[in-house]
């Protein structure tokens, strides 16, 4: 059984900055796509970014590339979600999904989710 645990969510403002963490156990890392969801009060969850077994590939929401970056240490088992130029509307619960998959394309992630962490809140003030 996979678990997945996040950390680093918090409250920040508008223009900063925060760094998410997920660490994986269970199985092993390198044999799962990874990436990140999230979802605003009142809204469905939407995806986020993701990276491949390897790390040579990512992809992201439109709404978020180029303020974004997403990466994994296989080493470690962790995946990692810099966020820079945060804005309000960036405000969810941010949650980790990971997918068995052996695909060199990040966006294998959107086909299907096997497992999610329990999600940490980022809160944007303005």
């Known amino acids: 059984q996979v678990q997945l645990v996040e950390s680093g969510g918090g409250l920040v403002q508008a223009g900063g900055s925060l760094r998410l963490s997920c660490v994986f156990a269970?199985?092993?890392?390198?044999?799962?796509?990874m990436g990140w969801f999230r979802q605003a009060p009142g809204k469905d969850r939407e995806f986020v970014a993701a990276?491949?077994?390897?790390?040579?590939?990512?992809y992201y929401a439109d709404s978020v590339r180029g303020r974004f970056s997403i990466s994994r240490d296989n080493a470690k088992n962790t995946v990692l979600l810099q966020m820079n130029s945060l804005k309000p509307e960036d405000t969810a619960v941010y949650y980790c999904?990971?997918?068995?998959?052996?695909?060199?394309?990040?966006?294998?992630?959107?086909?299907?989710?096997?497992?999610w962490g329990k999600g940490t809140l980022v809160t944007v003030s303005s």
């Open positions: 269970g199985r092993t890392f390198s044999s799962y796509a």
């Open positions: 999904a990971a997918a068995y998959v052996n695909s060199n394309y990040a966006s294998i992630l959107l086909q299907g989710v096997h497992y």
């Open positions: 990276i491949s077994n390897s790390g040579g590939s990512t």
